[in-house]
């Protein structure tokens, strides 16, 4: 039996950020006059990006996993289809440059977290749209610059419309932070090893969090009385029983016997009638869906 390492998560392209005067436009030759004009009177320097601004990058996306240097973007009302959003930031530590391994791992940590305060239920993202991000280079960090910008995205077409959440009620906040700590404690220590047999001190460990991520999710559930969200509640309740039995596991086997009643209790799909209860998106996402469905 293996087990999958996907991530809830998914770091879209890394871009560098430099020093440009506002003044640069990028506008294709191919635009008329007019567009021109509209484009180039919307052009800010990439320093001055907001969070919830909605932007074009006038750079060419790079592919994944590499890295490119955009000097200004065009910001655009959300109203109109776009190519990215900011949805949070943060600056690095101060001092020597750290590298950009470093301020990539910074941002990995902390843009996921930035995602929760701008778009609290994840499931409402539109799918095809992840999350990037703006880093400091060596050469504008002497300069002053630690900003990390975290922006959504479109892996084709655009983004429409803004995708901040509405305001929530103290349920849906609820139910929101402990399904998003639970499945954040079961990606974040998953094992290296596919094969529980190479290393159940790790599997044992990741079953150990992911326990008490449900401890304390249940414990913000017992003030929802609403009849799905107790039902939900009374499942996760045994798949927690079944989590602690694999937490504490003597052996291989006795991981096995407990983690697939574990790992199918929590399945997405099973808090759907919960969520719709709630009044949040009830459209699994793609990547979680697979899987469970796997």
Known sequence: MSFGTKSPYVRGISVAVVLLSVGASGCSVAESAKEGIKKAS?????????????????????????SGEEFAVEVVPCTEPHDGQVYGEFKVDDGAYPGDDAIVEAADARCP???????????AVPTGVSGSYYQPTKDSWATGDRLVTCTYTKDSGKITGTLKSKAMNA????YLKGSSALYEALWANQPEADAVE?????????????????????????????????????????ANQAWKKAANAADVDAF????????????????VAARKELGLST????????????
């Not at 044992?204 to 609403?226: C, M, P, R, W």
């Open 42 to 66: 919307r052009q800010e320097s990439v320093f001055s990006l907001d969070v919830g601004d909605c932007y074009n990058p006038n750079s060419k996306p790079v592919a994944d996993g590499e």
């Open 113 to 123: 977290a930035e995602e929760l305060k701008f778009a609290p239920d994840t499931w």
């Open 171 to 174: 349920d849906q906040l609820a």
């Open 198 to 238: 190479d290393d159940l001190d790790g599997y044992k460990a990741q079953a150990t969090a992911v326990t008490a991520a449900l401890d304390t999710h249940l414990s913000a559930l017992q003030g929802i009385e609403q009849p799905a969200t107790v039902k939900l509640r009374s499942e996760l309740d045994k």
């Open 256 to 271: 096995y016997l407990a983690y697939d009643k574990a790992f199918n209790g929590i399945d997405p799909s099973k808090s």
């Open 283 to 294: 459209t699994v996402p793609a990547d979680e869906a697979g899987v469970w469905a796997g």
